[in-house]
Structure formats: C-alpha cells, structure tokens
C-alpha cells in the first residue's frame, strides 16, 4: 500500500483521483483550502478542526491553505508520500481565466504552491514521485487561430506565446519541475491537461468549462430554449473525460517518461456543435444565440502521437459517451 498526498483534493480532477486511488487500496491523505461541495460529509469522522476523513475518497483530508509554506513543509515532513499530485491552482474556465481580473492572483496563488512544494520535496523527501498537472493553455497563441487546424504538438511549446497569464505560470512551472529534477533528482512527471470534464465538478459557479455550462444552459432552456454561446461558436475544442484522464495518468506516473506530454482527446468539436450534441442527449430543440463573451484561443485539440509513442496510451472513449454522464449529472442539479 502506497502513502500519497493529493493537493488540490478539494477540486474536481482531485477528488476522481483520490477516489480511484483508494479503491486501489492506497492511503490516500488530501490537501485543499476549500473542500468539495459535490460529496456527501454525512457521518464523516473528524480529523481536527480543519480537515475531516472523506469515506470512499480519502483516509484523510486536511484544509491548508498550500501558498504558506509551513503548512506544506508539515504534511510532507508527516506523511513522506511515496506519490505526490500536485493538481491545486488557482483556475476556471474561460469565464475567470480570460477576463483579465485575476492574472495577478492566478500567477501569485498558483507560482507559490509550486514553489512551496518542490522546496519541500527537496528538502525533506526527495524520492517522493512527483506529478504536475500542467495545462493546454500553454501553446502558442498563434498556432491557434485556425479552429479547423490547431497545432498543440508537444514540441510547438516553444517559442512560448501562450494566450492567457495562467498559461504563462503554467509554462514557468513545468520549467522549475525539470529544474529541480535536473538539480536536486526529483522523481517527476508532468502533463498538460486537455479541458478534461465529467460529473461533480463546477457546473454554475463562473469557474465551469464549456461542457458544464453548455449542460447547465441546455437543461435551464428546455425544449424550444434558447442557449447563449460565446462568440460565433465556431471555436473548437477537444474535451477528456474524467475516466479516461485518470487512466492515463496512472500510465504515465507508472512508466519511466519524464518527458511533458499532453493528457487529452484528439476528437475536436466546435463549440456550436457541443450545445447541439448536448441537445440532442437531452431529447430538446433548440436555438443558439451568440453574445459577446471571452472566447480563448480559435482552435484547440490534443495532440497525442508523442503520448502513445512515449507510454504506449491514447484515448479512445467518444466524446458523447462522457457528455451523456455529464448532463445526466447536471440535469439533476439543476432540477435540485
């Protein structure tokens, strides 16, 4: 049984994970400054004051805020993981990422967390494996502007113009992960995540991503609804999902590549189409009315021929088969 900490527990990516690591049968401890407002705390032990066990998801979850560096230095220096995840960021969807309102605190929030954790690493558990969860955002802007033809290959990252200074802080820190790795013989692997979606994660809070809030805007509409899309809605997009990101990570964190590699689909879709795939899971016509909104970058897919060369994994499950759990999910939310 392995020990290993999740930070970012509290959030979607992290709380599938912790989930299927403990099914694994690992001592799973989870770190978050927020916990998940998704899962169900009746008859949760409490830890102490400030963290609570999660049956079903961890042998533990503690409330630490991971930009203090004390706090960090603790749960290392306690548990001496044999796996590390570090998911937390401070994030959301086009919504919160592109609306320039929260570049400072994004870069800031998320640059200490990084910085908190490989010093810690470092200097007190130094074969612990590491994962970073790096992120799409930090292609090039101008490899992007074709929604028909984008360019995400791995080796496209440089020269580095990403579209977003969440994508900036991004691309710095995979750079500070090799750094340390290359200085200090952190054991670490990194992949860039490809808008990966599924239930239990934000659906209505201005951090959603375009599958949760398209399910939310189709099921709120109805049948002869009208759904707002951002733009012209030509802008494309490969989405993972849920399922299918944690299989591949469990690849990647067993295999020997150290190398960046993207973590998504290469099935793209527009995002006029998505809302008319959603409409058509839920059995409702549908009017599209396109409004002004921050939109990202024109086009983006992942590319994964370097994945399966590097770890012999790609994915494979259609996009519709996680659309349909998605809005199922969400069409209950709403309804509640």
Known sequence: MKTIL???AGGFIGGHLAQKLTKDGNYVVGVDIKANEYWDYKG?????YEGSGLTG?????????????KNVNELIEEFKPHELYQLAADMGGAGYIFSGEHDADVMHNSAMINLNT???LKNISPSTKVFYSSSACIYPE?????????NCEESSAYPANPDSEYGWEKLFSERMYHAYMRNYGLNVRIAR????????????NGKEKSPAAICRKVATAGDGGEVEIWGNGKQTRSFLYIDECLEGLEVLMNSDC?????LGSDEMISI????????????????????????GVMGRRSHNDFIEKSIGWRPTTPLKDGMVKTYNWIAEQVIK
């Not at 949760?44 to 102490?48: L, R």
């Not at 808008?195 to 659906?203: A, C, H, K, R």
């Not at 150290?258 to 993207?262: E, I, K, L, W, Y």
């Open 44 to 48: 949760v032990p409490m830890v102490d």
């Open 193 to 204: 995540f490809h808008n990966v979606f599924g239930p239990e994660g934000s659906w209505n």
């Open 272 to 295: 006029n189409d998505l809302a008319y795939m959603v409409a058509d899971i839920a059995g409702y016509n549908i009017l599209l009315k396109h409004i002004d909104g921050p939109l």
């Open 57 to 69: 998801h961890f042998a533990r979850f503690y409330l630490r805020d991971l930009r203090e560096t």
């Open 142 to 150: 101008h490899n992007q502007l074709d929604p028909d033809n984008p």
């Open 6 to 8: 999740i930070f970012g």
């Open 118 to 120: 490989l010093e810690a």
């Open 258 to 262: 150290t190398d960046v590699v993207n």
